[in-house]
């Protein structure tokens, strides 16, 4: 499929909006008095579940529809373009647009994430073995968590004591990893590396 860049002379979509109810929603735009016909793109982001597509839309169907109807599928956020069609005498071509007007994010729920930490220490030693398990639905990157230890309590975010990444993807399921030594008094607690990007797409909680 060929692209070009919207100029003053082509088509434009704008006022795209996304209305959600449980596992359904229904996309709605404005449309350009001068086209009958546009094409849907939708791919995953932030992580989100792979894959994309790319799809002919009608007038007519969206009338018969009052909108794009969707189903949510996977965990996850996925972005929906919708081009502006035209043809050439080259064939179709479809109209990008800088101001992403035509774009909009819709999520699809949250993953969830489960972990437990735990510990074990003897009367006279100085440190203590620590063994993280995570329980999560899908596919996690190695860069979505990190670690905290603390000295004398545990961490209240991720600023609050030392970070240490993890250096393996998470499969879904559990996932048991290596044990390891912190000092006595040392407590260690999961976190998001990126609280606000992270926390629309999983689930974070002890087990």
Same mark, same amino acid.
């Given at each position: 499929m060929r692209f070009m860049e919207?100029?003053?002379h %082509?088509? *434009?979509?704008?006022g795209l909006s996304c209305q959600q109810e449980d596992d359904r929603f %229904?996309? *709605?735009?404005h449309w350009p008095s001068e086209i009958d016909a546009v094409y849907i793109g939708r791919s995953a982001v932030d992580g989100g579940p792979e894959g994309g597509s790319l799809r002919l839309y009608t007038k007519a169907e969206y009338k018969a529809n009052n909108?794009?109807?969707?189903r949510m599928e996977?965990?996850?956020r996925y972005i929906y373009t919708v081009y502006a069609y035209q043809e050439d005498e080259?064939?179709?071509l479809l109209i990008s647009q800088a101001d992403r007007e035509n774009e909009l994010a819709v999520s699809s729920g949250k993953a969830r994430i489960q972990y437990e930490i735990q510990q074990k220490s003897g009367w006279f030693r100085s440190s203590k073995t620590i063994q993280i398990q995570v329980m999560t639905e899908v596919p996690i990157g190695k860069d979505v968590l990190c670690y905290v230890k603390k000295q004398g309590s545990y961490p209240a975010g991720k600023e609050d004591g030392v970070l240490y990444p993890f250096v393996s993807?998470?499969?879904p399921g559990?996932?048991?990893l290596p044990p390891f030594e912190i000092g006595k008094q040392d407590f260690v607690r999961l976190f998001f590396t990126d609280g606000q990007k992270y926390g629309q797409l999983y689930e974070l909680a002890p087990m």
């Open positions: 919207a100029s003053p %082509t088509a *434009r979509v704008s %229904t996309l *709605r735009w909108g794009y109807p969707g996977g965990i996850g080259e064939g179709p993807d998470f499969a559990r996932t048991v």
